[in-house]
């Protein structure tokens, strides 16, 4: 991964590229550039990834798509948590990220996944995007507690729904299994 970030952010490169590395788990990132830009809100987050280089950007001669994300010069945890639905579509999960560093990781996992649908010829859906967001968040928040959540089922659900203070889901029905024998 191909990391630009406008010194106009006052976050750490390091911190930044871990984030975006969390995001992008699971999709080949050697080809794609992620060039962050400071934009004038305080809060908000937006991204836009393309399937071919656009011709007046620059880029390294190893990029083959880029991706750019628009953040806050100074994020900070003012207007959060931040609960967004993609607009327009029904389907669309309903995401809550619980600090700007959330919201980061799945901005940059919805547009990886457009990524992943320019390498492999899928159509391009806002939906699966989102979703597959919705499971990086899930992923993140996990490596955050320490413990694993099950993504497996491939089905969406949020993360409180699936760790409480009662343990994980696996946790609590095993605990179930024992005391119904």
Do not use: C
């Not at 969390?22 to 809100?41: H, L, P, Y």
């Not at 908000?44 to 880029?66: D, H, M, N, Q, V």
């Not at 989102?130 to 413990?147: K, P, T, V, Y």
């Amino acid at each position: 991964m191909i990391l630009r970030v406008s010194p106009r952010i006052a976050v750490p490169e390091e911190d930044l590229h871990a984030l975006l590395q969390e995001g992008f788990r699971g999709v080949g990132k050697d080809d794609v550039e992620i060039q962050v830009v400071a934009n004038r809100s305080r809060w908000i987050f937006s991204g836009k990834a393309w399937p071919e280089l656009p011709t007046r950007r620059a880029t390294s001669t190893r990029t083959r798509y880029l991706v750019e994300i628009s953040m806050p010069r100074k994020p900070s945890g003012d207007g959060f948590p931040y609960r967004w639905k993609y607009p327009r579509l029904k389907t669309a999960p309903r995401l809550e990220a619980w600090n700007w560093q959330e919201r980061l990781v799945a901005l940059a996992a919805h547009e990886a996944y457009h990524v992943r649908q320019f390498r492999l010829g899928m159509r391009k859906s806002e939906v699966a995007a989102e979703r597959w967001a919705g499971r990086s968040l899930e992923r993140f928040r996990a490596a955050q507690r320490g413990s694993a959540i099950s993504t497996t089922t491939g089905r969406w659900s949020e993360a409180r729904a699936i760790s409480s203070s009662e343990g994980t889901r696996s946790e609590r029905i095993s605990r179930s299994r024992v005391r119904k024998t």
